[in-house]
Every structure is written in C-alpha cells, then in structure tokens.
C-alpha cells in the first residue's frame, strides 16, 4: 500500500484506472507543537474512479485496489499520490478521502488514526474535466450539487477542506491542502470510513458506513 502512484491495482491485479491525470498534495501540520510539519505520519488516501466507483467496494470491483495508498510524511510534513480525477456520484461533492495514522507501523489499525477527512476539489477544475470524453455521466450529478448542501462540507462551505487546483486538461491537474490536526482534542472527524473505505491492511470494507463529518472550526482534531 506504500506507494505514490495509486493508479493501478497490485498483487494479483494490474488494472489501471483511466482518467485525467492529478496529483494530489498534502501537507500536515502538528498543531499542538505550534503549527510544524507533522513528519513521519502516514497518510492514508482513497477515491472513486472515473465512473464513480470504489475499488474493493463497488460491485465488479472487490478484487482491485486501485486509486488507494499510503505515503510517509517526509520532513515538511509533505505526501503526494499520483492519481487521476475523479467523478462526481449522486448526492456527493467531488471529493478525495484521507486518514491520517501516528507512523508506519499503525497503518493496519483504524483505531490508531488521528483524524479521517475529505478533500474537496475545486468547482472550476470539475467544470473543465467533466466536459472531457468519459466524464460524461458526472455532468448532470455536479450540476445538481452544491458545497452548502453537502452532507461533508456543508457545515463550513468546505472553507477549511477546499482543496486549491491547478493544471489543464492536457497535461493534468495538481490539486494541494494543508491539513492542521489538533492531537489534542478527541477524533471527531467521522466514524470508520464510508464512501468506499477499507483498512490500508486490505480488510472487508463497509457496507455503506456514515461518511466522515469534516473538520470543526479551529482545524481538524485528533
């Protein structure tokens, strides 16, 4: 699972998901030390693919297991997966999902993690790669959406999970966050994750579990 491209499955699998290329950053930040780069975390991260569907969870998919992996935080704080875009499904803002784990060691263990939360991309960059052959079937879904309604970033208009994109269609889109996590406080971030979450370990995933909530005011806690 420790890897930085996510686009193809592994192990028995080697199918690749197709799509718009994206690279997607992280930067965490250790509130309780003032605001430092957490290093040596690992970051879990997961999405849909261009279909809007969710290896090991979505029907026909239970054997692969791409668009999922983990990377260690190097000395900034820093991770970045190499992925592509991906669709917006009913009822749901286009969104990238992330757990956050102490270290390396701690990854097979959900209880372990310091927070659960999502990305939010960018209106402008869905715009200009929904208009793009394959996305087609996400047109109508993202039109219907917006970021007050949705069930995870509704509570801030997703102030503090707005992801900031940049790029073309051509050669791909960068998307980046710096996500503050306050170890402090008790995990408040969502329950075990939905959405077509699973374990790093590749354990049974959810039938349809509580999307995680999204982070409070004040950053996202531990």
């Given at each position: 699972?420790?890897?930085?491209?996510?686009?193809?499955?592994?192990?028995?699998?080697?199918?690749?998901?197709?799509?718009?290329?994206?690279?997607?950053?992280?930067?965490?930040?250790?509130?309780?030390?003032?605001?430092?780069?957490?290093?040596g975390v690992a970051v879990y991260v997961w999405q849909c693919d261009r279909d809007g569907n969710y290896s090991m969870y979505s029907s026909g998919l239970e054997d692969e297991n791409y668009?999922?992996?983990?990377?260690?935080?190097?000395?900034?704080?820093?991770?970045?997966?190499?992925?592509?875009?991906?669709?917006?499904?009913s009822g749901r803002w286009p969104h990238v999902h992330f757990e956050v784990y102490p270290d390396q060691n701690?990854?097979?263990?959900?209880?372990?993690?310091?927070?659960?939360?999502?990305?939010?991309?960018?209106?402008?960059?869905?715009?200009?790669?929904?208009?793009?052959?394959?996305?087609?079937?996400?047109?109508?879904?993202?039109?219907?959406?917006?970021?007050?309604?949705?069930?995870?970033?509704?509570?801030?208009?997703?102030?503090?999970?707005?992801?900031?994109?940049?790029?073309?269609?051509?050669?791909?889109?960068?998307?980046?966050?710096?996500?503050?996590?306050?170890?402090?406080?008790?995990?408040?971030?969502?329950?075990?994750?939905?959405?077509?979450?699973?374990?790093?370990?590749?354990?049974?995933?959810?039938?349809?579990?509580?999307?995680?909530?999204?982070?409070?005011?004040?950053?996202?806690?531990?």
């Amino acid at each position: 699972m420790i890897r930085q491209d996510i686009t193809s499955s592994f192990g028995t699998s080697t199918t690749k998901a197709e799509g718009i290329p994206m690279t997607l950053t992280l930067i965490v930040l250790d509130m309780v030390n003032g605001g430092t780069p957490f290093a040596g975390v690992a970051v879990y991260v997961w999405q849909c693919d261009r279909d809007g569907n969710y290896s090991m969870y979505s029907s026909g998919l239970e054997d692969e297991n791409y668009l999922r992996g983990v990377q260690i935080a190097d000395a900034d704080g820093k991770v970045t997966f190499t992925s592509i875009y991906p669709a917006c499904y009913s009822g749901r803002w286009p969104h990238v999902h992330f757990e956050v784990y102490p270290d390396q060691n701690s990854i097979s263990d959900a209880d372990q993690r310091l927070t659960t939360s999502q990305v939010a991309l960018p209106k402008n960059v869905c715009d200009a790669v929904y208009a793009t052959t394959g996305y087609q079937a996400s047109i109508d879904k993202f039109a219907r959406l917006t970021l007050a309604t949705d069930n995870v970033f509704g509570d801030d208009g997703g102030v503090r999970q707005m992801g900031a994109g940049s790029g073309d269609v051509t050669s791909g889109y960068q998307v980046s966050l710096t996500v503050p996590i306050d170890t402090s406080t008790e995990p408040t971030g969502g329950n075990a994750p939905g959405d077509g979450g699973a374990p790093p370990s590749g354990g049974t995933p959810p039938g349809g579990g509580t999307p995680p909530s999204g982070a409070p005011n004040g950053g996202i806690p531990g």
